[in-house]
């Protein structure tokens, strides 16, 4: 059997050289006052840069997305620069690498806004431990967004993705998962409102399509993305509901209109087998509406990203922790090598401790 996960793969006209994606993990690596990324960043990347694709962390899209500390942004001029260090570290091994376009919405606390409330849809508190300067702390009710800071949202969004090819990316993926703001949006229980972004599934994905017509306005939508996590349940306050299919459905069968990148769906988090609501096999289900290029993320190996591959119902498979302890991973599994086990006491901690010294094969 011919082994699809090293073979290139074109994504949309810009040419990987694996279908093994590195997929977001937030490191909390910029402890500066600018909240950049640094050359530490840089050098992060590019030992991990024999992914066919890298997405980056989530980076803010503003100073109001916010929602834990020591988190590289991409609204000032000081932080593109900052990722113009990683994207030509990137480009030298020959990489490709896509900016994530983060705003959390609910999950963040008065402490990263100078104390006033983060804006979120609706005033439903998430019920999250937030990582602030003090230590975690509990999540409080968050103020509601006007249709002013929705709209400044949009803008936020779509001058990040401006940024982010000022920096030198490949491309960008908005973050629409894991329950931060435009999943807040999706959602029934986290969205209460009763104006043209509250109520129908047509209004509760707005914020999305607005996102993106504001982005196609200023750059090429063939090099944008969307995550999703369609089956997210009892995590980060999101629940699934008897629209949940239908919204997603909707939501996906849209993305044909914009020929993206890639979409980016995950997995079920938890069991949702019991659930009638949930959708059980993500990228099977999506396959059927989705025309273009399916990334799918979830505790893969191997021979599990290999399979799916094969059956055909993604494209691409993103690796998370994996890629943390191993920068070399592509060369391992093409080896067939032990897989070394990361750190998980330093996933957030500053400096180079379980973030740049993890040893390759060759070392």
């Not at 968050?142 to 993705?161: G, H, L, S, Y």
Request: charged content about 20%; proline content about 5%.
């Amino acid at each position: 059997m011919n082994t699809i996960l090293f073979e290139s793969y074109d994504l949309n006209g810009q040419q990987l050289n694996n279908r093994i994606v590195m997929a977001p993990m937030t490191r909390s690596r910029s402890d500066n006052p600018e909240h950049k990324a640094t050359e530490l960043t840089a050098k992060y990347y590019q030992q991990r840069a024999t992914a066919g694709l890298i997405i980056t962390e989530g980076t803010f899209v503003s100073p109001e997305a916010v929602g834990v500390i020591n988190v590289p942004a991409i609204y000032s001029k000081e932080q593109v620069d900052g990722w113009k260090l990683t994207t030509e570290a990137v480009h030298q091994e020959g990489g490709k690498i896509f900016a994530q376009l983060w705003h959390t919405g609910a999950y963040s606390h008065p402490d990263l806004h100078g104390g006033k409330k983060p804006l979120a849809p609706s005033n439903v508190n998430p019920q999250q431990q937030v990582f602030t300067a003090s230590g975690f702390q509990l999540s409080g009710e968050p103020q509601p967004m006007t249709t002013e800071d929705i709209k400044r949202t949009v803008e936020d969004f779509a001058n990040a993705a401006v940024n982010a090819f000022e920096a030198g990316f490949d491309g960008v993926e908005i973050h629409g998962a894991n329950g931060y703001l435009l999943q807040q949006f999706f959602s029934k229980n986290a969205n209460l409102r009763t104006d043209e972004y509250g109520g129908s599934v047509e209004n509760r994905a707005r914020i999305l399509f607005e996102i993106l017509n504001a982005i196609q306005k200023v750059a090429d939508t063939g090099k944008v993305a969307v995550r999703l996590n369609p089956s997210l349940s009892g995590i980060m306050g999101i629940l699934v509901d008897d629209e949940t299919i239908e919204l997603y459905n909707y939501i996906v069968n849209r993305l044909n209109d914009y020929n993206l990148a890639y979409v980016h769906l995950i997995e079920p988090f938890t069991d949702v087998s019991n659930n009638p609501h949930a959708i059980q096999e993500v990228a099977k289900h999506f396959r059927k509406i989705y025309k273009g290029t399916i990334i799918i993320n979830r505790g893969f190996n191997k021979d599990t990203a290999e399979k799916v591959l094969q059956d055909g119902d993604a494209d691409l498979v993103s690796f998370g922790v994996l890629f943390i302890a191993n920068p070399d991973l592509v060369e391992r599994f093409k080896k067939n090598a032990a897989l070394s086990q990361p750190d998980q006491t330093t996933f957030y901690t500053p400096g180079e401790k379980g973030y740049t010294d993890y040893p390759t094969l060759n070392q």
